[in-house]
């Protein structure tokens, strides 16, 4: 037999429930709220039609809430929502629950139905910050979850490609593309560092969700390239007016600070990587890194090349000029 609770009946931590670690429970769906834990998840029409047409075929799992008379929902926050029109819903009451519990119980549930990539990083991640003062917080959930540690690894890293996409305002219709692609696919676009460099990579997946892995890692090489850093201080669009030379050489002293910049830091960084090749050269052997170096030592011929290009463009435009009237 269960017992139906009216809100005005009901404290949820009073010492009569904490007596025991389960209990079923008929209470007012007004009772419930959503878990202070756990993630959000898009709300199901097909589960609402069900609910009012055969009412909540499981009970919903709750804990006592920090909210007098209220529950914390762990599993069932669709059926919840599903229910609003209802008087009374069975729940399944567990007590003293810690947060890592939660996750435990509602992982059950998240697997026995299809999760997209975003859905999966967003939870596994949120469970690792539950346990994130104590050591070992990915070791811990990949055991409870069942899963590898580096696969929870790379949703971790997945997690936080979509809050920095979201960070920098990217299109909702990009955003919500890249929540199906594989776990693969995503994991190597959040390996690359440049945002810019993301946020063109991302817009590409988005219109060709089909492409391989193989297909996307040539893509990303493309854009994240050092001419192609070099090709975006030259890519501004101009406005279709005619400039004057004293705004064209504001312009100009501007991309040549930022290309100084870029070429400082590059320089920076080839100067890091010598000098740990230089010091434990045994770990540089794979035959990938010296395809890596090479593809590098191109790329910056390239550059070189192209400055040279443009330089001697100058000197030609200068003597034009200087003898235009001749």
Do not use: C
Request: glycine share 4%; charged share 30%; net charge positive.
């Amino acid at each position: 037999m269960v017992l139906l609770l009216l809100p005005s009946q009901v404290n949820s931590n009073s010492k009569d429930l904490k007596k025991k670690t389960h209990k079923f429970l008929w209470v007012n769906p007004k009772m419930l709220h959503a878990s202070k834990v756990l993630p959000k998840r898009d709300f199901s029409l097909e589960l609402a039609e069900s609910v009012r047409r055969d009412g909540v075929q499981q009970p919903i799992i709750v804990r006592p809430s920090h909210k007098s008379g209220m529950f914390e929902i762990i599993d069932g926050h669709l059926r919840h929502r599903s229910t609003r029109d209802l008087q009374k819903v069975l729940v399944d009451v567990r007590y003293d629950l810690e947060d890592t519990e939660v996750f435990k119980i509602s992982d059950a549930t998240f697997k026995r139905k299809p999760r997209n990539t975003y859905e999966r990083a967003l939870f596994y991640s949120s469970w690792v910050r539950t346990i994130e003062a104590n050591r070992g917080a990915q070791t811990r959930v990949a055991k409870m979850a069942n899963l590898s540690q580096a696969e929870v690894s790379h949703y971790l890293s997945i997690n936080r490609l979509f809050e920095s996409l979201d960070s920098q305002k990217i299109s909702e219709q990009v955003f919500n593309a890249l929540k199906n692609q594989s776990v693969n696919k995503l994991y190597a676009l959040a390996k690359v560092e440049d945002q810019t460099a993301t946020s063109e990579v991302a817009a590409i997946m988005a219109e060709a969700p089909d492409m391989n892995l193989k297909e996307l890692k040539a893509v990303i090489e493309e854009h994240t390239s050092p001419t192609r850093a070099i090709d975006r201080l030259t890519d501004e669009d101009i406005e279709e007016e005619e400039e004057s030379e004293s705004s064209k050489i504001a312009r100009l002293t501007i991309a040549v600070k930022e290309l100084q910049k870029a070429a400082g830091t590059t320089r920076d960084g080839l100067s890091r990587f010598t000098s740990r090749v230089s010091a434990n050269p045994h770990r540089f052997l794979a035959p990938e890194i010296f395809k890596r170096i090479r593809t590098m030592l191109n790329a910056l011929k390239k550059i070189e090349k192209e400055a040279n290009r443009i330089a001697r463009s100058g000197r030609q435009t200068g003597v034009s000029t200087k003898h235009g009237g001749v």
